[in-house]
Every structure is written in C-alpha cells, then in structure tokens.
C-alpha cells in the first residue's frame, strides 16, 4: 500500500541556520511529490512540487527539495532558516496513474533565536 | 477569485447527534478531498471525489461516515451518532485535476461533548 513517511516529528532549529526535514514514500509507480506547510493558526500553504524533469525543485519563501528516487526520498531543504518558518511541515505523494493524495505525518519545526 | 469555502467554521454537538459539513470548491475544480486533522496530528484520508468516476471512500473510519458530491459542485461529509473520538478539524480540499496542487479551506472544527 502507498505510504509516506516523515521520519521526524519535532526538529529545532537555530535562525539562520540550514534546514533539511526528510520525507521517504513507499510507492509502485512513479509519485507525485508535494510539499505543504501550515503555520499556526492557518490553512495548508503549497510549497512547491516535483512532477517530473529536474530533480531539485525551487519553491516559495526559499525552500528546495530533491527527488531521490533510488531512496525513495523527497527531502525538503532552506540554506537558512528564519523564525517565521516555524510551522508543521507535511509532506504529500499521489501517484501518476490518479488517486488519492497521501500526506505524511507531518514535522513541526521549531526555530530559536 | 474564491477560495475553498467550508462551513460551518465551528461546530459543537454532543455525543449521538449527527452532524453535516459543508464544501465550496473552487469553481472548476474537478477533483475534491476531505481529510481529518486530530489535535497536533497530521492529516487523514477520509475520502476522495474525482469527475464523474465513483468515490475513493478507503479512508472513511466507520460506516457512520459518508459523503456526497453534486457533480463537480458542493460536497457534505456526514457524520451520524457522533462520538467523542471524531472530534477533529475536517478539512476539505479541491483541485484542477488529479494530480494538480490542492487548495485547502479553512476547516470545520468540531466538537463533540
């Protein structure tokens, strides 16, 4: 059965420093990979998302990620964090054939001056 | 344009009742999604409306669960005799097509006493 996996519940960064949140999915075919981020107190964000060509992907506010498909990985990336990056960050896989939308079980990030 | 509305936006009941939660996707928007959020959890699969085609209803906890999409309009989520375990934040999502970046509404928080 297709799955994800955020290996990380809780992280706790310093402001400035860099940022790496994994997300590992279990899938027969070819996934769809998304990144979402909901701040507290608000709705679900879209960060960014891989479908298919260049494996590193710019999203918004700074963020990256890379598909890894011989780990099976999709890890989210910032070179430096700042505070208002604190949120929970969930990951998302769907497959290329349709279906549902997976979400991982999300990482709360925390960020200390 | 309008977001993905969601209403109502609270919702107490106590144990027992039943209760029925509303969606507006975004006009257009050929596919829709409900999840379950639990407090500090991530989110979870409830169900899954695309076109025409039938349901994805794999992620429905109980049969005291259901949903209903007209067309590719409004959907209602359903949950009869509630109990105090269902209370959650139900989130409703929709988008272009399966596949295409889902946008969120903002929720029903319900809370069953």
């Known amino acids: 059965a297709q799955s994800v996996t955020q290996p990380d519940i809780h992280i706790t960064v310093s402001e400035g420093a860099s940022l790496e949140l994994r997300c590992n999915y279990s899938y027969g075919a070819t996934p769809y990979l998304f990144w979402y981020v909901q701040s507290p107190g608000q709705g679900l964000q879209l960060l960014l998302k891989?479908?298919?060509?260049?494996?590193l992907v710019q999203g918004i506010k700074g963020f990256e990620a890379e598909f890894k498909r011989s780990q099976s990985s999709f890890n989210l990336r910032k070179p430096s964090v700042h505070w208002s990056d604190a949120a929970e960050y969930f990951c998302?896989?769907?497959?290329?054939?349709?279906?549902?939308?997976?979400f991982g079980q999300g990482t709360e990030l925390s960020v200390k001056p | 344009g309008a977001g993905v509305s969601q209403s109502p936006s609270n919702k107490v009941t106590e144990k027992g009742k039943d209760v029925e939660l509303r969606c507006d996707p975004i006009s257009g928007h050929t596919a829709l999604y409900w999840y379950r959020q639990r407090l500090g959890q991530g989110l979870e699969f409830l169900i899954y409306?695309?076109?025409?085609?039938?349901?994805?209803k794999s992620g429905l906890p109980s049969d005291r669960f259901s949903a209903e999409r007209t067309g590719e309009s409004v959907s209602t989520l359903t949950i009869q005799r509630t109990q105090q375990e269902d209370s959650a934040v139900y989130l409703c999502?929709?988008?272009?097509?399966?596949?295409?970046?889902?946008?969120f509404g903002n929720g029903t928080r319900l809370t069953v006493t």
């Open positions: 891989y479908f298919s060509g260049d494996t």
């Open positions: 998302a896989v769907v497959t290329l054939q349709g279906g549902k939308l997976i």
């Open positions: 409306f695309q076109g025409n085609s039938a349901p994805d």
């Open positions: 999502a929709s988008s272009e097509r399966t596949q295409s970046p889902l946008h």
